[in-house]
Structures are given as structure tokens and as C-alpha cells.
């Protein structure tokens, strides 16, 4: 009984060794070597016609040193092949198991090759062992030059001190690189600038199948009255261009201005007095004002009211003459001092106005002076007659 224990002890033993050694012996077995196989990273490619494709190939072996001979098996009509290794052409490599070699492909067309889907086959023949490696060719015609210039807002709206800024694209919808020169048909009195990646230009590459943002920045330099002004921008490159249509809107804009009758800024007042001072507010803008209010900025203690207050609308080109009452202040001693008058449209900016106000002496405490000089003098003659008898 115990020999057969035994027996059957060994045998397990035996059954366990084995499956524990088996996936090891699997590993070091694993995958069959290779005597020799080629590829290439790119096995199909897509060109225009007339073009040499090149296709780099890596030959490899596993096993040993050998001469591997190179040829194509299939070769298209109107295509030539030439294997090419460190700049010359060859017919064969080299190859060991620790060192791979890179052979490159060139195929090229011969006359008019016409578009379509190209097949070849490459044989590589080493020792006793030859294997094959595909590759296809897709020649299409070549896009011909083509710019579009678009944009998502092509009118925009502003006053005549805005400044307009068009984002535009610009693509190059070709097989070739171009260089574009960009024109501006600006509207007479309009400055227009180019910006891209916030640099001023005038010219800019744009590659193949690929497209630019440009930004069109419009200013007037001068007074303009409010209207529609188109603006034509155009991309040149080589024999093609592309042009966009862009339209500017000024909107009308009051432009005030204050002064005094025949532009005098001067007036005179008496302290604790209201004194009367015409103001003068003009319009020089494009469009009429509404609800000019004014006010004043004054000395301490002085008053200004205005007749009227409020102008309720000043037309283009027309002035509105305005009372100004000024009552500076009852201990204002006589000399020059500044009123600043404004006039601040509901639309548009503010204008101001430094008016110079002389105050006098008032004529009521020149004449209550004499009347006390000539008393004074009288009780002076009155003593001296009196006392001078004496």
C-alpha cells in the first residue's frame, strides 16, 4: 500500500512539474522568427498628377545576415520605380538581425498620368525566402488657386468718432501657398487698417486649404455727416483675388458749442445783484440735439439760473440764444472772476464755456460815499469857522 502511495505521489509531482513548465516553455517559443519582411508606415498616399511619390521602407530579419534583392512585382504602365540607399540607387541591401535598413521607394510618373487609383507591389528576395509588400497610389487632379473673404457682420453702425472693425476670413481654398496683398476701396474720408494677431499688415501667406482672420478697422478722420459709406476690401494673390463688400453706417451726432454774443465770453455784475449775460449754444454736428440742459459751475456763493433751463431741440447748423442770470455773491469784492456755463445734450457729449464776469462796485454806496465826504467836510469848514474867531 505504501508503494502504491509512493507511486502515486511521484506521478502528481510529475503532472504538477509539467503544467507549471509548460506556459514557461510557451514563452520562450513565443511567435515563430521571421527571416525576412518589409514594410512601410504609409502604404497609400494621395497625390496631384505629375508628382514623384516616395515611399520609405524598412527591410528587417530575425534569423540571419543576408542579401535581400529588391524589384517591383507590379508596376502600373507610365509609372518608373527607383530603390534609392544613402542618396544612390540601388538594387539590394544588406540586412542583419540586430540592424534594420531604411531603402526608399521613388515612384514616379512618366508623361500624363491621368487620375485614379494606382497598385503596386514590391518583391524583396533574400536567402531562400521572398515576401511582398503593397502600396497604393491615388492621384487626383490639383484644386486650381481659389480665395473666398467672408464675413458674419458686413454692416455696422456708429457715430462719426467710432471706429469700425470688420472680423473677416480669409481662405485659401487651393493646392498652393499664396502670398496676398489686401486693398482697401475706402469712402473719402475713411482711414482703414488691417489687423491680424493684433499686428498692422498689408500682406500676409496663406497656405493651401487653410484660412486667415483678419480684422478691417475703419475710421473717419475728419467731421462726416451721417450716411451709409460702402467699403470694398481685396485679397490678391498670384492671378486670383477675392473681394468683400462691407458697408459703414454713421449715425448723426450733435456737436455743441458755447460762446457769448459775437463770441464775447465776458459780462459784468454787482455783488448781491442778478445781472443778465446772453449764452450762445451752437450746433456743428450731424444731427439736431434734444433736451440741452445747462448749468454752471461757479465761485462760492455766487447764483447762475438760465432762461430757459432746458432747450428742448437744437437743428444742425442753427444756434439758440439763452439768459444766464448771474448773482455773485453779496461779500464778492470787485474784480474778474470765472463762470463756467454747460451744455449737455440727452445725445452726445458736453460742452462748456469760461465766461470772464467783472464785478463793480454798486453805484448806490459810491453815491451814500460822496454824501458822507461831503458831510464830513461841512462839520470840518463848520469848526474851523467857529473856532477860528475865537
Known sequence: MRRFFSVVLILSLIVLFGVLATPALAQEGEGPKQPLFIYTKYPSQV??????????????????????????????????????????????????????????????PKGDVAAG????????????????????????????????????????????????RFNTTLKNEGDEDL???????APPGFNVNFRLAGKDITSLPVEANSSKRITVEAKAFGVIPAGSYPLKVIA???????????????AGQPDLKVSGPDGRLSGEAYAGKE?????????????????VELSASTPSGW??????????SIPVGEQVEVTANVVPGEKAIAGDYIVTVRAKPAEGSSASADFRITVRTSTMWGIIGVVVIAIAVGVVA????????R
Open 303 to 312: 447764483k447762475v439760473t438760465f432762461e430757459p433751463k432746458t432747450i428742448d
Open 117 to 164: 487609383d494606382y497598385h503596386f507591389v514590391v518583391l524583396a528576395e533574400g536567402d531562400g525566402v521572398s515576401v511582398t509588400l503593397p502600396l497604393d497610389i491615388s492621384v487626383e487632379e490639383k484644386l486650381p488657386p481659389k480665395l473666398t473673404f467672408t464675413t458674419d457682420l458686413p454692416t455696422l453702425k456708429g457715430t462719426p468718432t467710432s471706429t469700425f
Open 236 to 250: 490678391q494673390g498670384g492671378d486670383v483675388q477675392a473681394e468683400i463688400d462691407l458697408t459703414i453706417e454713421v
Open 47 to 108: 497625390t496631384e498628377p505629375g508628382k514623384t511619390v516616395s515611399f520609405p521602407l524598412t527591410l528587417k530579419t530575425d534569423t540571419k545576415a543576408q542579401i535581400v534583392k529588391l524589384s517591383m512585382k507590379e508596376l502600373p504602365d507610365g509609372w518608373e520605380a527607383t530603390f534609392r540607399g544613402s542618396g544612390r540607387i540601388i538594387k539590394a541591401a544588406y540586412i542583419t538581425p540586430d540592424n534594420d535598413v531604411t531603402v526608399d521607394l521613388k515612384l514616379e
Open 382 to 389: 463848520l469848526a474851523v469857522a467857529r473856532f477860528g474867531r
Open 179 to 185: 502670398d496676398v496683398n489686401l486693398i482697401a476701396d
Open 275 to 291: 445781472s443778465p449775460i446772453k449764452v450762445v449754444v451752437v450746433n456743428n454736428g450731424t444731427a439736431e440735439a434734444h433736451n
